[in-house]
């Protein structure tokens, strides 16, 4: 059975951007008002970033599978997605407040960090999982260009507190990886698992 479009279990516009890129047709299928969706992405103490991304995305899409069956929605693929930046064994996410943000950009000033994105794919036949990682080099910021980025709203929400499609992409000087990663959606495993689905795009 061929699938015409998929449920994506994502609040972020960037990922509807880059499925809408590759000409995946989605719905929306979000976390009700009874859900506590950011519990999910809470850290385990000494986990890895890895196994903190993959163990997340798994959560979020058995959230997610259940989530359809309880607003009995037509089947369909279910894709649930989740993004980390890692300094080492650290991870950083979404920073809590302007202090956190400029603390989190100021480890990544000069640094070579990874971005780490699992995707994820379930159907009514199991699931599957695909991680990318890449390697993202910033230059040296200075405290002024900190200060200024995180005045412009632009790190909250933001795992490692930046967004490449954003004036940080000033500072990226090499990316060894997934570009369509970093902005939290790698669509080389997406689109393999979405044909693994069978869904048509």
Request: glycine share 8%; with cysteine; hydrophobic share 45%.
């Amino acid at each position: 059975m061929t699938h015409s479009f998929i449920y994506l279990a994502s609040q972020s516009p960037r990922r509807r951007q880059l499925l809408e890129q590759i000409g995946v047709r989605h719905e929306l299928l979000l976390p009700g008002a009874e859900e506590d969706a950011e519990a999910l992405e809470a850290e385990c103490d000494g986990e890895l970033p890895r196994d903190y991304v993959e163990r997340v995305t798994r959560a979020k899409l058995a959230a997610a599978v259940k989530r359809l069956k309880a607003r009995g929605l037509p089947a369909a693929p279910v894709l649930c997605s989740d993004t980390t930046v890692a300094l080492g064994r650290r991870i950083l996410g979404k920073p809590a407040d302007a202090a956190d943000a400029a603390n989190t950009l100021g480890l990544l000033s000069g640094q070579t960090h990874r971005v780490i994105t699992a995707v994820a794919v379930a159907t009514g036949r199991g699931s599957s999982l695909a991680v990318s990682v890449s390697h993202v080099r910033f230059a040296e910021l200075t405290p002024a260009q900190i200060d200024a980025y995180v005045a412009s709203k632009e790190p909250f929400g933001k795992a490692g507190a930046y967004a490449i499609q954003s004036a940080a992409a000033a500072w990226i000087s090499h990316i060894d990886g997934s570009y369509s990663g970093i902005m939290g959606l790698p669509l080389y495993e997406t689109a393999q698992l979405l044909r693994q689905a069978r869904v048509r795009f």
